[in-house]
């Protein structure tokens, strides 16, 4: 099903479990917010865009928002994506299987 703008400003997401430092929220939260300008059409984030992303982790004493919820979101809004840019007369390939943690460089293989 289609994401809509109005659920990529409104989602909310569960806490990281116990012991484990999740996504830092309020750029989770700035990122779902382009999420819902691209599709009021008032941003121009891509498939490649939302596939890309990367959060920093939540701080320290701070759980932050549970990276397999973020992420099964994200996978939902870049299926949304690519099938509004199916619509408009050109193909996007579907996405990946993926995480939006960065790795860092030298582990990246």
């Known amino acids: 099903m289609p994401v809509t703008a109005f659920e990529a400003r409104t989602r909310q997401f569960d806490r990281a479990p116990i012991g484990a430092r999740g996504y830092h929220e309020p750029a989770v939260d700035a990122f779902l917010e382009r999420v819902a300008a691209t599709l009021d059409g008032d ?5 490649s865009d939302v596939h890309n992303v990367a959060f920093a982790k939540a701080p320290l004493s701070k759980r932050g928002y ?6 099964a979101f994200l996978r939902d ?6 099938g509004l840019s199916h619509s408009a007369g050109y193909y996007i390939a579907p996405a990946l299987e993926h995480t939006h943690t960065r790795k860092p460089p030298w582990r990246r293989r």
């Open 43 to 47: 941003d121009d984030l891509s498939v």
């Open 77 to 82: 809004v870049e299926g949304t994506l690519a």
């Open 66 to 71: 549970d990276p397999a919820a973020v992420d």
